[in-house]
T-cell receptor, first 115, second 112 residues
Framework: NAGVMQNPRHLVRRRGQEARLRCSPM?????VYWYRQLPEEGLKFMVY????????ESGMPKERFSAEFPKEGPSILRIQQVVRGDSAAYFC?????????????FGSGTRLTVV | QKEVEQNSGPLSVPEGAIASLNCTYS??????FFWYRQYSGKSPELIMF????GDKEDGRFTAQLNKASQYVSLLIRDSQPSDSATYLC????????????FGRGTSLIVHP
C-alpha cells in the first residue's frame, strides 16, 4: 500500500522557468492538501483540492501559482516564472473524506531550488 | 498575534527524562489538535491528535488539552535519542474548510 507519492524529490529551476510538482494521494484518499515550508519556518497551507475541485485556495499566492487535481492522474502544483523566494520544501498530504481535516499523511516532499 | 505559537527551542533533555512541549493557539473555536514529528530533511509524521479536554495517552506520548486556557501540550516519557526531532503543533480553524494551522515547531534534542 503505497503512501502519498510526490515527485520529483528535488527540483532545480532557473529564475523565470516553470516548476511542476506532482502528488499522488494514498489509495482511497480523495482529498489533497499542499503546504510549503520555508527554511526555519513552519508549514504554511496553500491549497485544498478534491477531484476536479478546488475547495480552499486561501493560502495560494495570487500570482504565478496554480493547482489542479484532475479526474485522472496526480494533483499538480504549478509555479510559473519562479523566483528565488519560491525555494522551499513543498509537501502534499492526503486524507479520506471521513478523516477530519488535519489528520494527514504527508508525502516525502519536493525540494525546489531556484538558482 | 500568531495563531499557533510554539517555543522554537531547542529543548534539550537527557535520555530517560520527560520532555514537555507546549503550544498555545488563538482561535477559541478550534476543536481539533494535532502533534506532528519532523526529522531533519524529512516530511512531518502525525503522532497524536486530541479533541477533548484532558489527557490522551499513546505509548510514551501523552497529549494534554485545555481549551479554556487555549493550550495543548505533548509529553514524551522515557525520552530516547531517536526522539530528537522538531515537533509541530497543528490546530484546526473553527470555520471554512477547517484546515489546520501549524506552529513553527519546537526542536527537541535528547542527549545520551
Amino acid at each position: 500500500n503505497a503512501g502519498v507519492m510526490q515527485n520529483p524529490r528535488h527540483l532545480v529551476r532557473r529564475r523565470g522557468q516553470e516548476a511542476r510538482l506532482r502528488c499522488s494521494p494514498m489509495k482511497g484518499h480523495s482529498h489533497v492538501y499542499w503546504y510549503r515550508q520555508l527554511p526555519e519556518e513552519g508549514l504554511k497551507f496553500m491549497v485544498y483540492l478534491q477531484k476536479e475541485n478546488i475547495i480552499d485556495e486561501s493560502g495560494m499566492p495570487k500570482e504565478r501559482f496554480s493547482a489542479e487535481f484532475p479526474k485522472e492522474g496526480p494533483s499538480i502544483l504549478r509555479i510559473q516564472q519562479v523566483v528565488r523566494g519560491d525555494s522551499a520544501a513543498y509537501f502534499c498530504a492526503s486524507s479520506p473524506p471521513s478523516r477530519v481535516a488535519g489528520g494527514y499523511t504527508f508525502g516525502s516532499g519536493t525540494r525546489l531550488t531556484v538558482v | 498575534q500568531k495563531e499557533v505559537e510554539q517555543n522554537s527551542g531547542p529543548l534539550s533533555v537527557p535520555e530517560g527524562a520527560i520532555a514537555s512541549l507546549n503550544c498555545t493557539y488563538s482561535d477559541r473555536g478550534s476543536q481539533s489538535f494535532f502533534w506532528y514529528r519532523q526529522y531533519s530533511g524529512k516530511s512531518p509524521e502525525l503522532i497524536m491528535f486530541i479533541y477533548s479536554n484532558g489527557d490522551k495517552e499513546d505509548g510514551r506520548f501523552t497529549a494534554q488539552l485545555n481549551k479554556a486556557s487555549q493550550y495543548v501540550s505533548l509529553l514524551i516519557r522515557d525520552s530516547q535519542p531517536s526522539d530528537s526531532a522538531t515537533y509541530l503543533c497543528a490546530v484546526n480553524r473553527s470555520g471554512g474548510s477547517y484546515i489546520p494551522t501549524f506552529g513553527r515547531g519546537t526542536s527537541l534534542i535528547v542527549h545520551p
